[in-house]
Structure formats: C-alpha cells, structure tokens
C-alpha cells in the first residue's frame, strides 16, 4: 500500500516562507502534487509535478511557490515564498498512476496545517 507522508507545516506570519515535503512509499506515479483545503472550501490543486517534469500552478500561488522533487529521496516539495493569510488551508499530498490517460491509482496523504497570521 502506498503512503504519503506530509511534513514542514506551521504557523508563519504574512510574507513568510514555509517549505512542504511528502515523502512516498511508493515510486512510478504519472504525477504528484499538492492541494489545500481551507475550511468550508472545497479542496483545490495548488500546484501539480508530471513525471514528464511538466508544473501547473493555481493563479494565486504562481511565482510565489515552487513544486519539486527528489527522486533519489522520492520525495515531493513545494517551496512557498511570500505567504498570505489566504494560504492558510491544510495542504495534501496527491500521488497519482494512470493508463491511457485514466487515474487508476490515486493516494492521498494524512495533511499539513499551513497558518498564515496577518
């Protein structure tokens, strides 16, 4: 079973930088990325990896965070610069594998808290 495992969140004040990390069990996804879910909202792609190192970024957070990965340490980052109160959300790790273009396995890590005070 595959496992994804979220770390680096916390409190930060407004303009802070933060640094999220997802170490996985497993290996050969198509892609990985992060989401974040604040409360009463629905859960939003942030940024997203391809295996093809192709990114996408949600309009709000482009340059301002950075998705990579480690592939000797399977891990997944994501550099977040000039934090704003309206980051704060718990992100989640997504780690998918498809065939022929259709999700056949996709993981989800356990969530970070990310607060960001004004």
């Known amino acids: 079973q595959v496992q994804l495992a979220e770390s680096g969140g916390g409190l930060v004040q407004a303009g802070g930088s933060l640094r999220l990390s997802c170490v996985a069990s497993?290996?050969?996804?198509?892609?990985m990325g992060w989401y974040r879910q604040a409360p009463g909202k629905q859960r939003d792609l942030v940024a997203l990896?391809?295996?093809?190192?192709?990114?996408n970024y949600a309009d709000s957070v482009k340059g301002r965070f950075t998705i990579s990965r480690d592939g000797a340490k399977n891990t997944l980052y994501l550099q977040m610069n000039n934090l704003k109160p309206e980051d704060t959300a718990v992100y989640y790790c997504?780690?998918?594998?498809?065939?022929?273009?259709?999700?056949?396995?996709?993981?989800w890590g356990q969530g970070t808290q990310v607060t960001v005070s004004s």
């Open positions: 497993g290996r050969n996804f198509n892609a």
């Open positions: 997504n780690a998918v594998k498809l065939v022929l273009g259709t999700v056949v396995d996709d993981y």
């Open positions: 990896l391809t295996n093809a190192a192709a990114t």
